[in-house]
T-cell receptor
Framework: DAKTTQPTSMDCAEGRAANLPCNHSTISGNEYVYWYRQIHSQGPQYIIH???NNETNEMASLIITEDRKSSTLILPHATLRDTAVYYC??????????????FGKGTLLTVNP | GAGVSQSPSNKVTEKGKDVELRCDPISGHTALYWYRQSLGQGLEFLIY????????KSGLPSDRFSAERTGGSVSTLTIQRTQQEDSAVYLC???????????FGPGTRLTVT
């Protein structure tokens, strides 16, 4: 799987949008961008994924650049409960051992009151 | 709806004892995964089930570890003769199919004294 690079930490004010960047310059054409998060002492939680089009769900939006070398996860109105480590990974959706989830260091997002 | 549940939430055991950890996946999910996470560390893949069979047991650390899944539903991870290095949070996840994202349970925190 392609490697990803994320900032170690970020701060955001409650109620404001949180924009979390991720670089994945070696991504392959059949690799998807996935975002997960892990709130302290809880299991990981899937947030969103996409291939090349921007995606939006009830939790977040995912913006993928046209060259697919980077992406941004957007939490439109961050709350204190969004404080967590956010992981960006790239993985294919079929074949091989893509089912093995591997997280890097991730970004610790701290939402401040 | 009900998510992935795990029991017990916490388990303290003496070195050398056997432990059983249980996972109830989301109903209808055919794929089930076990991971463990040591303090401050990333995810360590243990085993993956498709239905009741385990195509990939490559992550099990030693022959003291075993897992089974019955009825395409509940799974049990058994650790025999526990050692202190087995202390970790054991996470179970399930997905509708191997191509879909995972839903994680809250984990079982195992402490071997």
């Amino acid at each position: 799987d392609a490697k990803t690079t994320q900032p170690t930490s970020m701060d955001c004010a409650e109620g404001r949008a949180a924009n979390l960047p991720c670089n994945h310059s070696t991504i392959s054409g059949n690799e998807y961008v996935y975002w997960y998060r892990q709130i302290h002492s809880q299991g990981p939680q899937y947030i969103i994924h996409g291939l090349k089009n921007n995606e939006t769900n009830e939790m977040a939006s995912l913006i993928i650049t046209e060259d697919r070398k980077s992406s941004t996860l957007i939490l439109p109105h961050a709350t204190l409960r969004d404080t967590a480590v956010y992981y960006c990974i790239v993985r294919i959706n079929s074949g091989g051992s893509n089912y093995k989830l591997t997280f890097g260091k991730g970004t610790l997002l701290t939402v401040n009151p | 709806g009900a998510g992935v549940s795990q029991s017990p939430s916490n388990k303290v055991t003496e070195k050398g004892k056997d432990v059983e950890l249980r996972c109830d996946p989301i109903s209808g999910h055919t794929a089930l995964y076990w991971y463990r996470q040591s303090l401050g560390q990333g995810l360590e893949f243990l085993i993956y089930f498709q239905g009741n069979s385990a195509p990939d047991k490559s992550g099990l650390p030693s022959d003291r570890f075993s897992a089974e899944r019955t009825g395409g539903s509940v799974s049990t991870l058994t650790i025999q003769r526990t050692q202190q290095e087995d202390s970790a949070v054991y996470l179970c996840a399930s997905s509708f199919s191997i191509r879909d994202w995972e839903y994680f349970g809250p984990g079982t925190r195992l402490t071997v004294t």
